[in-house]
């Protein structure tokens, strides 16, 4: 359902983007919650005579249908993870504006991640009534939270022909205006060990689980991650253990343990051969997969990225975190990250962007879809 019971909030599409920012930022979006700035985004977009406006739950798809012989892909996320629970953090709702060596500074809730990007679409949606290039601009929910609830995900899975027919996506996550291409795989599991319970003062009669732990510890412990360069970019790779389980009193021996570990592959491994690799070095131990998401290569040969590098004006990088391009690119789209704010910010107690950076952004891509 995305009926709200009251009128959503006003969004003016074409005033100063920031200014825009700032009123997505005071609409609450957490993930699970975004049916309000859902319903504010539909009903600024609609009255758009040159968009056709669609709408499933609480994501969004505006496309322009100008019958050019190019169509590219605007994507960003509505939610954002939960409010700071830290005394005097900024970076929540509302918003607030405070100036800083000389530049205004927006700090909230999703100021980085990612309502500056956001803005930046709404306000590219309203401003180019004929782009040299089909548009389809994507608002989507449930980003920030486990992969099978992704609002996109559900758009490419019940209603494919609304995005899947682009030539190239731009996903507006915080890359500090810098064009950040595919991005890092990443997959989770749980490594079990078994052992025999016993009364921790005659521990010789039991098997200690948790020290069965002990040679998959050292395996991370001595790992050396790669870096791997694709088409260009360096991906920095990383294998770490997040999570220990194991123990049920402080006077049992333990006969069972387990523990997460967190593999980030580069995009020149498929997700088959990732997981081969943990299998490999963990030979023996029993595995349980608990999260499997494919790498993104970089998409940067594509005829439209190399127009848009040349917009930006500076030398791409490697996305090191996982991000929905590999979405678009399992979709057979070609897809980069670029947009306003630090990705080191995001979630933060301080998270903040700056006027000028959701500013660059538009120009950027402006000039990309118009020039």
Excluded at 2 to 30: K, M, N, Q
Excluded at 165 to 185: H, K, Q, R, S
Excluded at 197 to 214: E, M, P, T, Y
Excluded at 292 to 306: C, M, T, Y
């Amino acid at each position: 359902m995305h009926d709200s019971p009251c009128a959503p909030p006003a969004l003016d599409l074409t005033g100063d983007v920031a200014e825009l920012t700032r009123a997505l930022l005071d609409i609450p979006s957490v993930s699970g919650q975004e049916t309000s700035i859902a319903d504010a985004v539909h009903a600024a977009l609609t009255p758009l005579g040159h968009l056709r406006v669609h709408r499933n739950d609480d994501a969004i798809v505006a496309r322009t249908e100008l019958g050019r012989a190019e169509r590219v892909v605007l994507a960003g996320h509505l939610d954002t993870v939960p409010l700071p629970t830290t005394p005097g953090a900024r970076g929540t709702v509302p918003s607030r504006w405070e100036q800083a060596d000389g530049q205004r500074i927006l700090y909230g809730r999703g100021a980085t991640d990612m309502k500056g990007g956001v803005a930046v679409q709404l306000a590219l949606a309203a401003a180019l009534t004929a782009p040299r290039r089909d548009v389809t601009y994507v608002f989507y929910d449930h980003e920030e939270v486990a992969a099978e609830a992704s609002g996109l995900g559900r758009l490419l899975r019940e209603e494919p022909g609304l995005v899947d027919d682009a030539d190239f996506a731009v996903l507006l996550e915080p890359t500090d205006g810098t064009i950040e291409g595919g991005c890092n795989g990443t997959l989770r599991f749980w490594l079990s060990t078994e052992g025999v319970a016993a009364h921790s003062g005659r521990a010789w009669k039991g098997v200690n689980a948790i020290h069965r732990l002990g040679p998959a510890l050292r395996i991370l412990e001595e790992y050396r991650p790669a870096t791997v360069t694709v088409e260009g970019l360096d991906y920095r790779e990383g294998l770490n253990a997040v999570q220990i389980e194991g123990g049920v009193a402080g006077n049992v021996i333990p006969d069972a343990a387990r523990m997460h570990v967190n593999y980030r592959f580069a995009p020149d491994k498929t997700l088959e051969q990732a997981q081969e690799h943990v299998r490999e070095l963990f030979a023996g131990y029993a595995l349980e997969f608990a999260d499997l998401s494919a790498a993104a290569r970089p998409g940067l040969d594509a005829p439209l990225a190399r127009e848009l590098v040349a917009a930006v004006g500076r030398e791409p990088k490697p996305k090191y975190g996982w991000t929905d391009v590999a979405r678009f690119s399992a979709a057979g789209i070609p897809a980069v990250n670029f947009g306003p704010g630090d990705a080191l910010l995001a979630h933060t107690d301080d998270e903040h962007v700056s006027a000028q950076a959701v500013r660059d952004c538009f120009s950027a891509l402006h000039g990309w879809l118009t020039d």
